[in-house]
């Protein structure tokens, strides 16, 4: 008799390329999963034809509140779904949004159905941390008391780093597996400027790039690029280039605008064929990291910047998981206590001392491979093993 499949559910809002490398590996390695999500997007390779894919309501980041009420309606109706449809498949859940958590644990407590926790941001501690909310505020003494609740009952719970892997067993005496973010390195490469037609486009060539590329949001400190682009307005062989979009925008493009600032170049988000074009065009990308953030998240933008072989200007906490990856690979600077003239000297450091821009670029790149879709099957190998 033909042996059945073990069958999974992967429920995450938003499905990128990170999420999409794990249900491919799943499915690659012999089992059925089915994804619950809004959207999916994906930079280098798609969803196998093996997946089934059922579509509920987008993410809204527009605002707070938006954020907040879509996670929750996508976690209701996706409750509902596995509460009369899966009832025998294990669960795998991302904290996009992490309310899917606390359902998942109402369905081990109400069923004995196993689950799975994949935590890339944890929440309520990085309201905390941000000082949006107050440790004492009554709903995040609750919203800890629910973390506490699944965090114990889940049969293993993932995360990035060692920061993050301390805040969680704040929660819950379950060790976290601790696997790192990834890019594929084969699409994202370093290249000659001669050659990149990103930089052909927007005549950057024969410029020292500066790069930042992703959300303008307002934990996210980009006004520090165009303070230093305003200290280096002089140097007319220094361009800062910012793509992305978000709630900050309108403040940077009215800072622009303002003080005249002919060195910043602002795109919008570009179609991902061009992702290793923009990003390989960069002779330093700038990677942000809000002060509290610290433990409870890793922007996966380092892992890109690096593949593509630009060296890292980190605006975080030297103590960070992304600080300390900077620094162990000698990739590039980290600013915890700063000002623009610091970020502008450290620019104009790079552009006097090719040899150790190219050093911080190949040890960049040489980081990268450390860091690659391999990974995926690691989620594989631990879930899929016998667990309580």
């Not at 958590?101 to 196993?114: E, H, I, N, S, V």
Request: glycine share 4%.
């Amino acid at each position: 008799m033909k042996k059945e499949k073990k069958k999974y559910v992967f429920v995450v809002q938003v499905t990128r390329q990170l999420s999409v490398d794990i249900l491919n590996a799943f499915v690659r390695s012999g089992t059925e999963i089915e994804l619950l999500t809004g959207t999916v997007e994906y930079n280098y390779e798609a969803p196998d034809k093996d997946i089934k894919i059922r579509y509920f309501n987008k993410y809204k980041n527009a605002t707070f509140t938006s954020r907040i009420v879509s996670g929750i309606y996508f976690t209701i109706t996706t409750f509902f779904y596995l509460l009369f449809k899966s009832r025998r498949n294990e669960l795998i859940l991302v904290s996009t949004p992490p309310f899917t958590f606390y359902t998942a644990w109402f369905l081990k407590k109400m069923r004995g159905q196993k689950y799975h926790l994949v935590v890339w941001d944890l929440y309520p501690d990085v309201l905390v941390n941000l000082g949006v909310l107050s440790k004492n505020n009554i709903l995040i003494k609750f919203w800890r008391m629910l973390n506490e609740w699944a965090f114990r009952n889940a049969s293993s719970i993932f995360t990035l780093g060692k920061g993050m892997d301390n805040a969680i067993r704040n929660y819950t005496k379950v060790s976290p597996e601790i696997i790192p973010n990834w890019v594929e390195t084969s699409f994202i490469v370093p290249l000659r400027k001669e050659e990149n037609s990103f930089v052909k486009d927007h005549e950057l060539n024969g410029k020292l790039v500066v790069l930042y590329s992703g959300n303008l949001g307002l934990t996210h400190d980009v006004e520090a690029i165009v303070f230093a682009a305003k200290e280096l307005l002089f140097d007319t062989s220094i361009k800062f280039v910012i793509i992305g979009d978000g709630p900050k925008l309108p403040k940077i493009k009215e800072f622009v605008n303002s003080n005249k600032l002919t060195n910043v170049l602002i795109l919008p988000y570009q179609d991902k064929s061009v992702l290793p074009y923009s990003l390989s065009s960069a002779d330093i990308c700038v990677v942000t990291l809000s002060k509290g953030a610290e433990s409870v998240s890793v922007p996966s933008k380092t892992y890109y910047s690096m593949a593509a072989g630009a060296s890292i200007f980190a605006i975080a906490s030297n103590d960070s998981e992304l600080g300390s990856i900077i620094k162990n690979y000698n990739c590039g600077y980290v600013f915890e206590d700063y000002t623009p003239v610091d970020l502008s000297n450290a620019i104009l450091k790079l552009k006097g001392n090719k040899e150790l821009l190219d050093t911080f670029k190949s040890n960049a790149r040489k980081a990268s491979l450390n860091y690659t879709p391999q990974n995926a099957y690691k989620y594989f190998e631990i879930i899929s093993k016998p667990t309580r």
